[in-house]
């Protein structure tokens, strides 16, 4: 797996939708596009007020605070960057298993 292949959000809506039908799920795509923009906003505002997700069998997404730091542009700029949080992905073994089991 040498290059990083991505699915935008219409794959990601599409690909919902088309599963929900092959498991005999009737279901319109704009329920699909309501419930996964739901999801969105609730995931967002979870981590925009400090909380932590956990998603089954693929791992957890976290806020993690980070200190401020200087910085050092190619043109010479220098700077420091101030204190504040990230998201960081901690991926599930599962997730890490089978990522380390596929063929390039």
């Known amino acids: 797996m040498n290059k990083l292949d991505t699915l935008n959000e219409k794959e990601q809506r599409d690909a919902v939708w088309t599963a929900l039908e092959a498991d005999g799920v009737k279901v319109t795509?704009?329920?699909?596009?309501?419930?996964?923009?739901?999801?969105?906003?609730?995931?967002?505002?979870?981590?925009?007020?400090?909380?932590?997700?956990?998603?089954?069998?693929?791992?957890?997404?976290?806020?993690?605070?980070?200190?401020?730091?200087?910085?050092?542009?190619?043109?010479?700029?220098?700077?420091?960057?101030?204190a504040g949080y990230h998201v960081e992905f901690v991926e599930s073994d599962k997730l890490l298993t089978a990522m380390n089991t596929v063929s390039a």
Request: hydrophobic content about 35%; aromatic content about 4%; glycine content about 12%.
């Open 29 to 82: 795509k704009t329920l699909v596009d309501k419930i996964m923009d739901k999801q969105n906003d609730l995931l967002f505002n979870a981590l925009a007020s400090g909380k932590g997700i956990k998603v089954s069998g693929l791992g957890t997404l976290e806020i993690r605070p980070h200190a401020e730091r200087n910085y050092k542009l190619p043109d010479g700029t220098t700077g420091t960057a101030p």
